[in-house]
């Protein structure tokens, strides 16, 4: 779990950084999908630095976390026409089907 520590100690340390909204925003978005680190790493360092902007950065990070949920649905909608056929040769389709 050494992978996810850095991670997250990255993280923290992109919250005092001059472009955070920006890398908040694609960390919420990125974590939607497919990131396992939480924004709110970076949200709460962020609030408790400058606390007028909290709702601001509470905002942007929801907005961008609905759009990284939008944007799984429709990669998984979309892209499954892509992967079926790696399903279906490697014997993995009446699984599928059952966990469908």
């Known amino acids: 779990m050494r ?6 100690e990255r993280t923290l340390a992109w ?5 955070a909204p920006a890398i908040l925003a694609a960390l919420a978005t990125a974590e939607s999908v497919v990131f396992p680190v939480p924004p709110d790493v970076m949200l ?14 509470a905002t942007l ?9 939008i944007l799984g649905y429709l990669l998984g909608h979309f892209g499954f026409e892509l992967v079926e056929p ?7 389709a ?5 966990a469908r």
Do not use: D, K, N
């Not at 992978?3 to 997250?8: G, K």
């Not at 919250?15 to 472009?19: G, K």
């Not at 990070?61 to 949920?69: E, I, L, N």
């Not at 009446?94 to 059952?98: G, L, R, S, T, V």
């Open 94 to 98: 009446p699984a599928f089907e059952q």
């Open 86 to 92: 790696w399903i279906e040769r490697a014997g993995h």
């Open 3 to 8: 992978i996810f520590s850095l991670l997250y």
């Open 44 to 57: 709460i360092p962020m609030t408790l630095a400058t606390p007028r902007r909290g709702w601001w950065y």
């Open 15 to 19: 919250a005092a950084h001059r472009r």
């Open 61 to 69: 990070c929801t907005v961008a976390s609905v759009f990284g949920g």
